[in-house]
């Protein structure tokens, strides 16, 4: 429902002119209703997840049995971009732990995950046409030497990150 609005301004960066500028909206808001069913109206369709997270909070279980606590939400995120980043040039960091972060991040609505390959210690991004990149990576704080992810492991995590923002 793109007439749905926020009650107050929300920072994001929208294309004006030709050009990105940070401006003020009250785009991105979302309404939750839970009776006898639950209703979870967007602006968009990011958030409609939002609000399927708020949904996901909600849930409590007593005695084996989930239940929704009736109620009427109206929410909206303070910014547009909300953001957190995993450094692996550090420290390796299996696939599976990535992939438990990225569904965090959902769950509390964090839209970006940044991955950070390389820095003076390593370089983790494997590449096909220099397969010598990441042969050459220290330890930091005598931790795990980071080692390359390969492409097949890079194109398995987008796919599953896709698939937590398509709200999965």
């Given at each position: 429902?793109?007439?749905?609005?926020?009650?107050?301004?929300?920072?994001?960066?929208?294309?004006?002119?030709?050009?990105?500028?940070?401006?003020r909206t009250?785009?991105?808001?979302?309404?939750?209703?839970?009776?006898?069913?639950?209703?979870?109206?967007?602006?968009?369709?990011?958030?409609?997840?939002?609000?399927?997270a708020t949904?996901?909070?909600?849930?409590?279980?007593?005695?084996?049995?989930?239940?929704?606590?009736?109620?009427?939400?109206?929410?909206?995120?303070?910014?547009?971009?909300?953001?957190?980043?995993?450094?692996?040039?550090?420290?390796?960091?299996?696939?599976?732990?990535?992939?438990?972060?990225?569904?965090?991040?959902?769950?509390?609505?964090i839209r970006?995950?940044?991955?950070?390959?390389?820095?003076?210690?390593?370089?983790?991004?494997?590449?096909?046409?220099?397969?010598?990149?990441?042969?050459?990576?220290?330890?930091?704080?005598?931790?795990?030497?980071?080692?390359?992810?390969?492409?097949?492991?890079?194109?398995?995590?987008?796919?599953?990150?896709?698939?937590?923002?398509?709200?999965?």
């Amino acid at each position: 429902d793109p007439k749905l609005q926020a009650d107050a301004d929300i920072v994001a960066v929208q294309k004006k002119d030709g050009k990105r500028q940070v401006v003020r909206t009250r785009d991105f808001a979302h309404t939750i209703v839970v009776a006898d069913t639950a209703v979870v109206t967007g602006w968009d369709y990011r958030a409609v997840c939002e609000g399927t997270a708020t949904l996901l909070q909600a849930i409590g279980t007593q005695g084996g049995k989930a239940s929704l606590p009736k109620m009427t939400v109206k929410d909206w995120p303070y910014a547009d971009y909300t953001g957190t980043m995993i450094d692996v040039a550090r420290q390796w960091i299996p696939p599976d732990c990535i992939k438990f972060t990225i569904e965090a991040c959902r769950f509390w609505k964090i839209r970006y995950v940044q991955i950070h390959f390389s820095d003076d210690h390593a370089y983790t991004f494997g590449s096909k046409i220099f397969p010598e990149l990441g042969t050459k990576n220290l330890q930091i704080s005598d931790g795990i030497v980071a080692r390359c992810y390969t492409q097949e492991e890079m194109r398995d995590l987008e796919a599953y990150a896709t698939g937590m923002a398509a709200g999965m």
